[in-house]
């Protein structure tokens, strides 16, 4: 059964930082654009960054340009979100997802399927 499991998680005083993780069962993520989002309170799901399969093409969001950082690691299956210097606007639940193909940058929803069930960050003092 295909699945992506994001973990990593938690909460964290403004500043701080947090590596999230996102594996993949089921399928391999080589061939795939993987693609990180959230999805604050009360607010649409909005995407900040992706990575493709041989990391040739990276995208972040303005929002985190500078501050978040993708990246991947095939052998493990795994593509990990590296946050730094948080901030309270940056608390929400985060979710990774697959695509063949992306079009946009920041990415776009409609582009991506295969999601995870998503990990909440909280960042507050």
């Known amino acids: 059964q295909l699945q992506l499991v994001e973990s990593g998680g938690g909460l964290v005083q403004p500043g701080g930082s947090l590596r999230l993780s996102c594996e993949a069962s089921?399928?391999?993520?080589?061939?795939?654009?993987i693609a990180w989002f959230r999805q604050a309170p009360g607010k649409e799901r909005e995407g900040i960054s992706y990575?493709?399969?041989?990391?040739?093409?990276?995208c972040s969001a303005n929002a985190v340009k500078g501050r978040f950082a993708v990246s991947r690691d095939n052998a493990r299956n795994t593509v990990y979100l590296q946050m730094n210097s948080l901030k309270p606007e940056d608390t929400g639940v985060y979710y990774c997802?697959?695509?063949?193909?992306?079009?946009?940058?920041?990415?776009?929803?409609?582009?991506?399927?295969?999601w995870g069930q998503g990990t909440q960050v909280t960042v507050s003092s």
């Open positions: 997802a697959v695509a063949a193909a992306v079009t946009h940058c920041p990415p776009q929803s409609h582009e991506f399927e295969h």
């Open positions: 990575i493709s399969s041989n990391e040739g093409l990276k």
């Open positions: 089921g399928f391999t993520l080589d061939y795939y654009i």
